[in-house]
């Protein structure tokens, strides 16, 4: 029985993944359902979850591999956007600190176990870099997956309107936000917008794949230390 | 029949385009996984790596052309390979039930944040540059 964790977790991710190019709404995101459906099915059919993990298994190795492979998006964005990329690593890098500082305060303020606040430290990255740096941070990289899949569902339907409201009107500078702060999901937004919008949220989503391990393992213990 | 050995022909050097792609990417998982063992880094393996091919191409060593067969499929199909990560997250059922304030504070506070931070920063540096 198991064994059909595979095949179908493809299966049906797919066949959501076709929906989503017919329909093109962010809240009918493939990932988002394929995880929401397996959810379900461990639940309903009360399968183990050590199973369930060995039978995934072979995704843990596509998975690592995926993230050597985002070297080639970032080798091909750095080419294009040398002239800024000092502002773009710093704004990115802004963005990485923000996100990390505002969830350890929210947690902190509503007396979140240590585990949960390391589970919420590396927000605003793409999520196989989340889970390595949660794992890192001793967090739940389960829920930051989940997290993560999440705020960019959120910023892919607000982050537009969010912008505007807040006087961001420049192009290039919606692009890197939505690209920074709302990784993959921003940046599929982005790229459905404008064309200089999707170069800066491409380069924005690879400089935060590459800031959050570099930073937040070094700022988390600093928060630890001084926020409690 | 000539045809066929054509189209063949053409599937077989795809193929092999893929493995070199893979074998490229495996040989700096496999070496950076090593490395992070045996100096006990607490660095993930697979960011070591990710960053050493970005090295080793900005320096011309690796050509682009030899990764991209192999990379684009990888690329495209990456939200799949997490789904079972994320899906583990029914483990956590009760600890997410007794803390849903902090992670819908989190879901909207911290991507708002994010944005504007970054947009406005953004914004005020390309204006003084």
């Given amino acids: 029985m198991m064994w059909l964790a595979l095949p179908l977790t493809i299966i049906a991710f797919l066949c959501l993944r076709q929906l989503h190019a017919k329909v093109n709404s962010p809240l009918l ?9 397996s959810v379900l099915c461990l639940l309903l059919f009360d399968l183990d979850l050590p199973g369930y993990s060995r039978a995934t298994s072979p995704f843990n190795y596509l998975l690592e ?11 091909k964005q750095i080419h294009q956007l040398k002239k800024q990329l000092l502002l773009i690593l710093i704004a990115v890098a802004v963005g990485v600190i923000m996100a990390t500082s505002s ?38 990289g389960s829920i930051a997956a989940s997290m993560v899949i999440l705020i960019g569902v959120v ?9 505007r409201l807040f006087g961001i009107k420049e192009r290039s500078a919606q692009g890197l936000a939505l690209g920074g702060a709302c990784h993959a999901i921003g ?42 | 029949m000539t045809i066929n050995t054509a189209a063949l022909g ?45 090295l080793t191409l900005q320096l011309g060593l690796i050509k682009l052309h030899w990764l991209l067969p192999g990379t684009q499929p990888l690329l495209n199909f990456m939200p799949l390979f997490f789904v079972p990560a994320a899906a583990k997250v ?6 997410i039930s007794e803390h849903w304030l902090v992670l819908l504070l989190c879901l909207f506070l911290v991507p708002a944040l994010g944005l504007i931070s970054i947009g406005f920063l953004m914004q005020r540096l390309r204006g003084t540059s």
């Fill in chain 2, 90 to 95: 029914v483990e956590h059922s009760p600890l």
């Fill in chain 1, 187 to 228: 940046t599929a937004t982005a790229i459905a917008d404008n064309e200089l919008s999707a170069a800066y949220a491409s380069a924005a989503m690879a400089l935060s794949a590459i800031l959050t391990p570099l930073l937040v393992p070094l700022y988390y213990p600093w928060l630890v230390h001084w926020v409690g």
């Fill in chain 1, 29 to 37: 995101n493939p990932v988002l359902w394929t995880i929401i459906a």
């Fill in chain 1, 103 to 140: 969830a350890y305060v929210i947690a902190t303020l509503l007396d979140a176990p240590q585990q949960l606040k390391a589970s919420l430290a590396s927000l605003s990255v793409t999520t196989p870099i989340t889970l390595l740096v949660t794992e890192q941070l001793g967090g739940i």
């Fill in chain 1, 65 to 75: 591999l995926a993230v050597v492979a985002l070297a080639v998006p970032l080798y």
């Fill in chain 2, 10 to 54: 053409k599937h077989a050097k795809t193929a092999l385009q893929l493995l070199r792609s893979w074998a490229i990417l495996s040989a700096f998982l496999v070496v950076a996984h090593l490395v992070s063992d045996h100096l006990a880094l607490t660095f993930p393996a697979p960011l070591s790596a990710m960053l050493a091919l970005f």
């Fill in chain 1, 155 to 163: 910023g892919a339907i607000v982050g537009f309107s969010l912008l």
